[in-house]
T-cell receptor
Framework: AQSVSQHNHHVILSEAASLELGCNYS??????LFWYVQYPGQHLQLLLK??????LVKGIKGFEAEFIKSKFSFNLRKPSVQWSDTAEYFC????????????FGTGTRLKVLA | ETGVTQSPTHLIKTRGQQVTLRCSSQ?????VSWYQQALGQGPQFIFQ???????GRGNFPPRFSGLQFPNYSSELNVNALELDDSALYLC????????????????FGPGTRLTVT
């Protein structure tokens, strides 16, 4: 079955620390990849996306992610986090064949200490 | 703001009742997907509607049904509510690009928080 794993459920960092959130998926075909963020009380917002081309993609607010096809991974990174990055982060995979559903991971709750 | 709106914001129902949730898609989008997000979980795909037809369904029982209207807005109906149906219900709209509808992104609404007691 298709699935997405986010290894870290809760992460606590101090401001200016570097961030890396893991995301692995199980699907043998071509996929589109996304990271979404959900700030407290707000709706899901797209951070970045990968469709094809350069496997290193840059998103909003200084976030980037690297697609490593051989490892079925799409890890999210930020060199220096801010208190305002406190939120829940979701990785999502969209198989490009069949239905157009997104398969989400269970999310990583990030808390940044000021 | 994505331009996707959902109503109502919150809803409390009793087990066994029926509920209808509504979604207005972003202008220009012809596809609506519905997701269920239980507490502490990621969103789970319920189904998708494309030009008023169901275009794929997740692992949800038939008491979860939907509609899409000519203006591309959509409804999610849940019959015979169970306690486990308590969740945030998310609507996402999109407009597939590419020859086979690939390479597109979904824009999420704020969700409807359903509590079943």
């Amino acid at each position: 079955a298709q699935s997405v794993s986010q290894h870290n459920h809760h992460v606590i960092l101090s401001e200016a620390a570097s961030l890396e959130l893991g995301c692995n998926y199980s699907y043998g075909g071509t996929v589109n990849l996304f990271w979404y963020v959900q700030y407290p009380g707000q709706h899901l917002q797209l951070l970045l996306k990968y469709f094809s081309g350069d496997p290193l993609v840059k998103g909003i607010k200084g976030f980037e992610a690297e697609f490593i096809k051989s490892k079925f991974s799409f890890n999210l990174r930020k060199p220096s986090v801010q208190w305002s990055d406190t939120a829940e982060y979701f990785c999502a995979v969209n198989p490009t064949s069949g239905t157009y559903k997104y398969i989400f991971g269970t999310g990583t709750r990030l808390k940044v200490l000021a | 703001e994505t331009g996707v709106t959902q109503s109502p914001t919150h809803l409390i129902k009793t087990r066994g009742q029926q509920v209808t949730l509504r979604c207005s898609s972003q202008s220009g989008h012809n596809t609506v997907s519905w997701y269920q997000q239980a507490l502490g979980q990621g969103p789970q795909f319920i189904f998708q509607y494309y030009r008023e037809e169901e275009n794929g369904r997740g692992n949800f029982p038939p008491r979860f049904s939907g509609l899409q209207f000519p203006n591309y807005s959509s409804e999610l109906n849940v019959n015979a509510l169970e306690l486990d149906d308590s969740a945030l219900y998310l609507c996402a709209s999109s407009s597939p690009k590419g020859l086979a509808g690939e390479n597109y992104e979904q824009y999420f609404g704020p969700g409807t928080r359903l509590t079943v007691t």
